[in-house]
């Protein structure tokens, strides 16, 4: 197959093929920061503006290693949502950036969908860096890079995606992209975060840790969000760490060979105790090193495809 | 296409393969330097497989690499779509070593322009030499084969197609195509 | 004055139970028998229908504080395009229509700019903050013909249960915005399989819910009407129809895009499929035909909520709820519900005439002799694609834009008066 799409929104929209078409590519991106020059020229005299409407820090790193190590020109933006509210909106915005002849916008946006709304209204490429709990898509791409790369592929695997679901849009590019690539995928956590709901796209919904980690090959653990504990979604940390956190003792509910993954920031004996985060199931870090060749991959991919 | 003519026959090909195997080989004989042979995707590194089988024959052990220069293409962003990233794997250390880059037919140049940042990105070798089975002769940019089994004199328009396995429709050889549609 | 015929229409008048082709008269102002005219100007209305003409009880005429997005004389310019003869304008404007001056300041406008009835609708409570109580005597001898918060509801079930009360003593009817706010909090589209899928805020069934069960219980025990606005789930459905089974005053509405429409529109980020309550799921949908089909819901209003395109065309979190429907009413609700056999026509003409009446207390709406000449035609048969561009509205916040229908308003009459003529 061919890349043929000018944005990467999410992993929804996409088929099987094109993610691993997206995978594939990645493979090779790997490689070059295995190098000694760990720099491609492929979007050499290309204009990158990395446009983040909601703090991030190792999203926002990994994109701008990415595009350096393509040769990429880089421009950098913040913005807060709410003062966009106020004055330009947000289309304006954009569009007062792509009139300066730049070639891709990643954008990361608190409100879900808003990277589509852009998307239909500009020439240029645009790269979903998280919008609000819809989708995250590089991050579901890289963990399906690490998944892949660690058992060899996705049929019939089993895995747990655990904590903060309905909030969580690393949770729903996970689900997508590994439904359409043929695992088995459950979610889990206390019922106020992961409600009935997600029967209805396709998963198993558990609410208890022991049954969601038995039968998996994989579990990945989200952040859990203090604010929602404010929010009255569940009592305390120390009852959600209690109840839903994987500690050393949760290794034996788990298959021996089971890989723990995380999106990070971990928040350390809250979802994951410390020292199985540092523990040999692990692929947290291996994850964030996935993350820059798939990110170099997607670049890469949705530069390549203009005109 | 329109007019699909052949150049060489599948013979003829296979025999400018061999003839070009133990150019290569004369240029090492005599020396204590490993031949070390990098073909780029994706006819090179069909061609270059089959001359790393012709040098065993003629007694040469060589290192064999292959090498992708989708990364290192200059038309990026100005075609509607991007060819597949195939795997490069260089088993072997590039520094200081006589390298031999092999590709089907040398035309514009671009391509090896593209092999060669693409190398040098992998280390600093100490010589890098050129080896087509078909050389145009009349490249874009100031590169030379240092090693060509044919040379083959045609107008820019026409394409030098290699086919070295033959498919339903397409026997094997070298094809002087011309393109219907070009555009 | 002058006198009008309209000729050999298919005349459909609910109040009456006629359905039937004839002529109606008219003469200075009212219907009159066809003998009483001396020199009519005669309109052949063949193969079109003839109605009592439509009320629209839910509209958001945007002045004063938004007449960039709409104002009385376009508003009402929309009506009359739709076939509407007397629309209710919702309070929350800026200022709010809560006190006597507000009042007569939309009637004075109307009187001189509006081509069709526009009824002032009062705020329950001071700027329908749901607070203190408005001065609901005030806004009876202003002219205003129901109570309403909309867009806000009244949260402290006390102030609620004295405002029906009170309004009851001044013989005004309630017309109540149910929406428990807690659970609302946030959200933007209906909870459920769509809001999961997007990763969007939910807003739950059971945040109208809640506050459809607590009117029910007001209006039994105060015996007075309440009216739910925009009803738009199956459960509040349900509870509406075992309420009017008991004969509690109270009377639902269904808005043209919760019947024809559902949460599933919201995937492509459309803002204007954005609005509240939002679209829900098709379960819901069906539940709203079941309810206007059996009678629960006897009236079709559009909630016309107009904004401007810059208002809109931003993130859907951000974009404010609404959609304007006055123009698209008759054609979508013609085509869904009519056309593909849901409902029969003389229902749907009841609910947007004698349904709405009865909500504000206008007794025998009809068309017979000596009535006010408040006439709607339209042509059933008449297929074409809504153009937002044509459109009276100052406003094009709708989603049918470029949707095929048939049903197409020819004629809108007003007190005798032609205000809106196109086909006939």
Known sequence: MQWKRKDLLGLYDLSAEEITFILDTAAEFKKVSERRVKKVPALRGMTVVNFFVEPSTRTRVSFELAEQRLSADIVNMQAQASSLLKGETLLDTVKNIEALQVDLVVMRHSATGAQNFIADRLKCGVINAGDGAHEHPTQGLLDLFTIREKLGGFKGLNVSIIGDILHSRVARSNIWGLLKLGANVTVAGPSTLVPRDFEEIGVRVCHNLKDAVANADVINLLRIQHERQNN??????????????????????????????HPGPINRDVELAGEVADGENSVILEQVTNGLAVRMAVLFLVAGCRK | MSSCQQLFDAGAMMDGVRLLGRRIAAHFAGTDRKIALVGIHQLGVKLAGLLHAELKNQGYDADLGMLDITMYRDDIGTRSMLPRIHETVIPFDVNEKEIVLVDDVLSTGRTIRAALDALTDYGRPGVIRLAVLVDRGEPEFPIRADFAAFKVDLPAERKVLVNFEAVPGMEAGIFDVKWQNKQ | MSELLLKNARIIDPARNIDKIGNIAVADGVIVEESALKDPEVIELAGKVLSPGFIDVHVHLRQPGNTTAETIASG?????????????????????????????????????????????????????????????????????????????????????????????????????????????????????????????????????????????????????????????????????????????????????????????????????????????????????????????????????????????????????????????????????????????????????????????????????????????????????????????????????????????????????????????
């Not at chain 3, 819901?297 to 904004?307: E, Y």
């Not at chain 3, 059933?380 to 694609?385: K, L, Q, R």
């Open chain 3, 76 to 424: 009402s310019a929309a009506a009359a395009a739709g076939g509407f003869t007397s629309i209710v304008a919702m309070p929350n404007t800026n200022p709010s229509a809560d006190t006597a001056g507000a009042i007569e300041y939309l009637r004075r406008i109307a009187a001189e700019q509006a081509v069709v009835k526009v009824l002032p609708c009062g705020n329950m409570t001071k700027g329908g903050k749901g607070e203190e109580m408005a001065g609901i005597g005030a806004l009876k001898n202003a002219g205003v013909v129901a109570l309403s918060d909309d867009g806000k509801c009244i949260q402290d079930h006390g102030l609620m249960r004295h405002v029906v009360e009170y309004a009851k003593s001044f013989n005004l009817p309630i017309m109540d915005h149910c929406e428990e706010t807690t659970l609302a909090a946030g959200g933007v589209m209906n909870e459920g399989k769509w809001s999961v899928l997007l990763g969007m805020n939910g807003i739950p069934g059971a945040s109208e819910e809640l506050i459809i069960a607590r009117n029910i219980l007001f209006a039994r025990q105060i015996n007075w009407k309440i009216h739910m606005q925009h009803v738009s789930t199956r459960e509040s459905v349900d509870m509406l129809r075992r309420a009017r089974a008991k004969g509690i005053p109270v009377t639902g509405e269904a808005t043209p895009h919760h019947l024809t429409l559902n949460d599933e529109c919201i995937k492509k980020f459309d803002t204007n499929y954005k609005m509240n309550p939002p679209l829900r799921s098709e379960d819901d949908r069906l539940a709203l035909i079941e309810g206007v089909a059996d009678g629960t819901i006897t009236v079709i209003a559009t909630d016309h909520a107009p904004h401007t395109q810059t208002a809109k065309l931003v993130e859907f979190d951000h974009a404010p709820f609404g959609i304007i429907g006055l123009e698209t009413a008759l054609p979508i609700c013609f085509t869904q519900l009519v056309a593909s056999g849901i409902i029969l026509l003389p229902q749907l003409i009841a609910k947007m005439t004698t349904g709405p009446a009865e909500v504000l207390g206008i007794e025998n709406y009809s068309l017979a002799p000596g009535r006010p000449a408040d006439i709607t035609v339209f042509d059933p048969e008449a297929e074409y694609t809504i153009d937002k561009n044509t459109f009276r509205s100052k406003s094009r916040n709708t989603p049918f834009d470029g949707m095929k229908v048939r049903g197409k308003i020819n004629l809108t009459v007003v007190d005798g008066k032609i205000v809106f003529r196109e086909g006939c």
């Open chain 1, 232 to 261: 009255g979604f569940f009592p305390g940390i120390g009852e959600y760490a209690s109840h839903f956190g994987v500690k050393t003792a949760t290794l034996e509910w788990m298959k021996p060979d089971c890989m723990i993954m």
